[in-house]
């Protein structure tokens, strides 16, 4: 029987409350897949600063590499806004990326059909999408060096954060959007800042000459990246896979989160390079909304972005692709039959608590699964 081991890290803030839908589905493929999935749950962010002074434990750490994935919950809050710089409670996500060297982040964005009038587009905009933003995400300004805050000699200060790429982690990330294109609509749309940037122009050129050498069945297309953004929101069908950088693919992926209906939705799968032997890669799963404090510990979350981090990690590091697309189906049945938590939720419509989307999510994969 194949078995997996998760290491699940709720977080802060909704973390703890989506994760715990998480936990039910995990308890339920347990008894009904024919995988067996072992857990071990750690502290991460705020919580763990809260228990340790670090966002983060070395255990922690540890444990992470050596899981088949990491479930990510959200991290941060007002609460822990003035904790060192070094500490805050996002230090300790951005270190599980860079040290698992996570350099590959998915983030689908699609618009189950019940949800095209949640969207503050228009339905004929939205219906239908299926686009998948491909952030690279241990490189750029997240991660350059210099970063720092420096006092000049006239007592002024200055801060610093370094955008810098290499050939070898552009190609790395252009080849993972090429081979997704040919999994879907074969199209891949390149955005970066090449009129300002010299990171950009390099950028253009290794996605362009990979391209050509290894990928011309693929439509290739650059875009500078505020036009992306623009094009996103005015006709966002025209794209099939957009790869861009760390900074532009954080923020247009919040973008093509509303185009779903809310940021609720998304999920999120962050992956290395495949172990040149057993071909297994480090891989950590979330949902692309953050911790939410403002509605945290009110059981008002929408957990679907959440659960459905967990199919990802399903399809991506279990070869479960089945119980992965049973998920997804389980969601787009509930989503049908109406069933809204307060964000996806029109005037008028009635809404259910995280608990309860967990619950119809349940029933509807018990129900499909026969
Ligand atoms: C995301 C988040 C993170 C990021 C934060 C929490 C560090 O916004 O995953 O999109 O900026 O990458
Ligand atoms: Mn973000």
């Known amino acids: 029987m194949a078995s997996f081991n998760l290491q699940l890290l709720p977080g802060d803030g909704i973390g703890p409350e989506v994760m715990a839908e998480v936990g039910r589905v995990i308890d339920w493929l347990n008894a009904n897949s024919g995988a067996k999935f072992e857990t071990e749950t750690d502290l991460v962010g705020g919580s763990c600063y809260d228990a340790h002074s670090v966002s983060i434990t070395e255990d922690a750490i540890k444990r992470a590499d050596q899981s088949d994935a990491v479930i990510f919950g959200a991290v941060g809050g007002p609460k822990w806004d003035s904790v060192p710089y070094d500490v805050r409670p996002e230090a300790g996500l951005l270190r599980l990326r860079k040290d698992l060297d996570l350099f590959a982040n998915l983030r689908p964005a699609i618009c189950y059909p019940a949800l095209a009038n949640a ?36 007592g002024e200060k200055r801060a610093v954060d370094t955008q810098l ?22 199209k891949v749309t390149s955005m970066e800042k090449r009129n300002v940037m010299r990171s950009g122009v390099l950028w253009n050129q290794v996605v362009t000459e990979l391209h050509a050498a290894e990928y011309t069945d693929v439509e290739l297309e650059h875009m500078l990246a505020d036009a992306g953004g623009m094009q996103l929101v005015r006709w966002p069908k025209q794209f099939d896979v957009i790869v861009t950088d760390n900074l532009f693919g954080d923020m247009l992926s919040d973008v093509a989160a509303m185009l779903t209906g809310s940021l609720g939705m998304l999920p999120s799968a962050s992956l290395g390079a495949p172990h040149p032997v057993t071909l297994k890669r480090k891989s950590l799963y979330e949902p692309v909304h953050g911790s939410a404090p403002d509605i945290a510990g009110e059981g008002k979350a929408n957990p679907i972005a959440m659960i459905a981090s967990l199919g990802m990690a399903l399809r991506y590091s279990c070869d ?10 389980a969601i787009a049945d509930v989503l049908a039959e109406g069933v809204r938590t307060a ?28």
């Open 119 to 154: 969207s503050s587009l228009k339905p004929e905009v939205i219906e239908g999408l299926d686009i998948l933003i491909l952030r690279e995400l241990t490189g750029g300004v997240y991660f350059g060096e210099p970063k720092e805050v420096v006092t000049l000699e006239s």
């Open 165 to 186: 790429y290499t050939t070898h982690e552009i190609e790395r990330i252009a080849r993972v959007a090429f081979e997704l294109a040919r999994t879907r609509a074969n």
């Open 320 to 329: 479960m692709g089945e119980a992965a697309d049973l998920v997804d189906a």
């Open 343 to 370: 964000d996806l939720a029109t005037e008028g419509q009635n809404t259910v608590s995280t608990r309860e989307m967990g619950d119809a999510i349940l029933a509807a994969m018990s129900k499909r699964a026969g």
